[in-house]
């Protein structure tokens, strides 16, 4: 899969600042969306991680999502790839490895099946 410039030089530049705590606020809400996926009049996986694509300013991403996108994958792509770098970067603390790890997981099991 190529890693477009753009993704690298924001995904750089996330890597040297870590996560602001609004980045951290965006993240816990994505974990606790996910249990709502599914339900009668809960978001659409699109939605959540549009949510969260804007909110870590990753515009590619957050422009493919929408409720039913067919361009969908290549967002969560992208943003998987973004969210691994963040994760094994030097300037992200523990406790943000901790918050990531499960989103992570579930970008690995749900979105990227």
Do not use: C
């Amino acid at each position: 899969m190529k890693f477009p410039l753009s993704i690298a030089i924001l995904a750089f530049g996330l890597l040297a600042w870590a996560l602001t705590p609004e980045e951290m606020n965006a993240v816990e809400q994505f974990l606790s969306s996910t249990e709502q996926v599914g339900s009668e009049n809960g978001p659409t996986n699109e939605e959540i991680a549009h949510d969260l694509a804007a909110s870590l300013g990753l515009h590619n991403s957050a422009r493919l999502l929408y409720k039913y996108s067919p361009d969908a994958h290549t967002a969560y792509n992208e943003m998987y790839d973004t969210l691994l770098f963040i994760y094994t970067g030097s300037f992200t603390t523990q406790a943000q490895k901790k918050a990531l790890k499960p989103v992570i997981q579930y970008f690995e099991h749900t979105l990227l099946h």
